[in-house]
C-alpha cells in the first residue's frame, strides 16, 4: 500500500479474537461470560452497541488528519504525502483558533481503540487487521486480531505511560501465518496537542460540575475497561476520529492522569484481612507487602504442622514467607529468561491484564478461606492451581 520503515512485529505469538469462544452461561440481567483461550479466566465484555451505522454512532467524534513525528525515520511515498501539525480549532479558544501547548507530558495516557472503517482491501474480501500503538517509535501495545472487510471492531483499553513523550502512533498491520506481517494504514497524533486538550477538558468538568454530552459524562465513563486504581479518579475522555494514510478512519478516546494522581495511594474500602476473605473485592494487588508475609507464614504454619505460627527472629531467612505470587513471577523469570517480549507490549490491554489479576485473586480467596478454616488439605490443592507455564500465560511479563 504504502511503504513506512517500522519494525513489523513477527512474532510467533499473536493474539486473536475472542468471537468464536462458546459463552458460558449467565444470570438474568448479566452479560454473558467469556472465557479466554489463552488463561482460562471467565471475564465480562463490555456491551458494544454494533446495530446502528459507523456514521450514526461515530457522529460525536472529533475528525483529525494524521500528523507526521517531525523526528521519526518514515519514509515517504508519492501517494502518503507528510502532513503539517494540525491545530487544535475550536469555537471556545483563544482568537488565533488554536488550543495551548503542554509541556507536561508526563504521567498515563488512556488510550480507547474502538474500532476502525474504511479498511478494505481491493484484492482480499476479508482480511485479519490488528493494531500497533507505539510513543515516540517505541512499540507499547497491540490489539487483538480482527477479522472483517471494511469496518473492525476492537473496542480494547490500553494504559500507556509517559515519560517526556511528544507522538503517539498507530500502526495497522495485516496478519499473515506464512508471511511477514505487512503494514497497511498509519496514523499520527501530535501529543502536546493532544495532552493540551485533554487537561482543559478535566479543568472545565471541574469548574462546570458534571461534563456535557459531548464531554464524556458518567454513563458513558463507566463503560470504558479501566484498571481499578484508575477507576476511582475522575476523567473526563475525548472522542477522536483519526484520519489513517492512505484512507480510512480509525475511531479512538483517550484519557489523561498526570503523575500526582496515579501514584497517589488510596485506601482500600474493603478489609483484606483473613477474617473477611469472602467479602473481600481485591485480596491480593494493594495489600501491604507486611500482610501478604503474614498470610504465608499461617500457611508454613498449616502446611507445616507446627504449633504455632513462627516469628521471623526464629528464622534467619526470611525467605520461606516470600508470598506464593511473587515467587511464582520469579521463576517464571528465570526459566524463560528476561528476553521474553512481555504482554505490556505485546498486546497489554487492560482486558487481557484483568484476567490475570482475577486469577490471582481467585485463587488467594480460596488460599484465606483454608487458612481461616485449618483446612490443610485444601490448601496443598489451592497452591498447585496457579500455573503459569506459557501453555497457559504465554507472556509472563504481564504480571511483573
Keep these: 500500500i504504502y511503504q513506512v520503515k517500522s519494525t513489523v512485529p513477527d512474532e510467533s505469538y499473536s493474539v486473536h479474537s475472542t468471537t468464536g469462544i462458546p459463552a458460558a452461561h449467565s444470570l438474568p440481567g448479566l ?41 521519526t525515520t518514515y519514509a515517504q511515498s508519492a501517494d502518503c504525502a507528510p502532513q503539517p501539525l494540525h491545530d487544535w480549532s475550536y469555537p471556545d479558544q483563544s482568537p488565533h483558533g ?21 479498511l478494505s482491501s481491493s484484492q482480499i474480501m476479508l482480511r485479519d487487521l490488528y493494531c500497533v500503538v507505539e510513543m515516540d517509535s517505541i512499540r507499547k501495545a497491540r490489539s487483538m486480531i480482527r477479522t472483517s472487510s471494511s469496518f473492525f471492531e476492537w473496542n480494547e483499553v490500553f494504559e500507556l505511560d509517559m515519560e517526556e513523550s ?3 502512533a498507530f500502526l495497522l498491520y495485516q496478519w499473515d501465518p506464512r508471511t511477514k506481517h ?8 501530535d501529543l502536546r496537542n493532544l495532552i493540551g486538550r485533554l487537561i482543559s477538558l478535566s479543568k472545565k468538568s471541574t469548574s462546570f460540575g458534571t461534563p456535557g454530552p ?3 459524562g458518567q454513563k458513558r465513563y463507566q463503560q470504558i475497561l479501566l484498571s481499578p486504581a484508575l477507576t476511582l479518579l475522575p476523567s473526563n475522555f475525548e472522542k477522536i476520529a483519526l484520519q489513517l494514510e492512505p484512507r480510512g478512519v480509525l475511531y479512538l478516546e483517550f484519557g489523561y492522569y498526570p503523575l500526582e494522581r496515579i501514584y497517589h495511594r488510596y485506601q482500600p474500602t474493603v478489609s483484606t484481612s483473613l477474617h ?34 513462627p516469628t521471623a527472629s526464629r528464622f534467619v531467612n526470611d525467605s ?15 526459566r524463560r529468561g528476561t528476553e521474553v517480549v512481555g504482554i505490556y507490549r505485546l498486546a497489554g490491554s487492560v482486558w487481557m491484564k484483568l484476567q490475570v489479576r482475577e486469577l490471582f485473586n481467585q485463587v488467594t480467596r480460596s488460599t484465606l478461606r ?23 500465560v504465554p507472556d509472563i511479563h504481564a504480571i511483573t
Design 31 to 71: 452479560p454473558p461470560l467469556h472465557i479466554d483461550p489463552m488463561i482460562n479466566v471467565e471475564c465480562r465484555l463490555p456491551d458494544v452497541p454494533t446495530e446502528a451505522r459507523p456514521e450514526d454512532r461515530f457522529r460525536d467524534f472529533l475528525l483529525l488528519p494524521s500528523e507526521r513525528c517531525v523526528t
Design 98 to 118: 488554536t488550543h495551548p501547548k503542554s509541556n507536561n507530558l508526563n504521567g498515563l495516557l488512556v488510550v480507547h481503540l474502538v474500532a476502525g472503517n474504511g
Design 166 to 168: 511528544r507522538f503517539l
Design 182 to 189: 505487512r503494514l497497511c494504514f498509519y496514523g499520527g497524533i
Design 214 to 216: 459531548n464531554q464524556t
Design 276 to 309: 473477611h476473605a469472602s467479602i473481600s473485592d481485591d485480596v491480593l494487588f494493594g495489600v501491604t507487602i507486611d500482610e501478604l508475609m503474614e498470610r504465608e507464614r499461617n500457611i508454613v504454619q498449616l502446611t507445616s504442622g507446627l504449633g504455632r505460627a
Design 320 to 334: 520461606l514467607y516470600i508470598p506464593l505470587f511473587i515467587r511464582k513471577c520469579v521463576e517464571e523469570i528465570d
Design 370 to 392: 483454608a487458612v481461616f478454616q485449618g483446612d490443610r488439605k485444601a490448601l496443598e490443592g489451592i497452591t498447585g492451581l496457579i500455573d503459569l507455564s506459557p501453555a497457559r
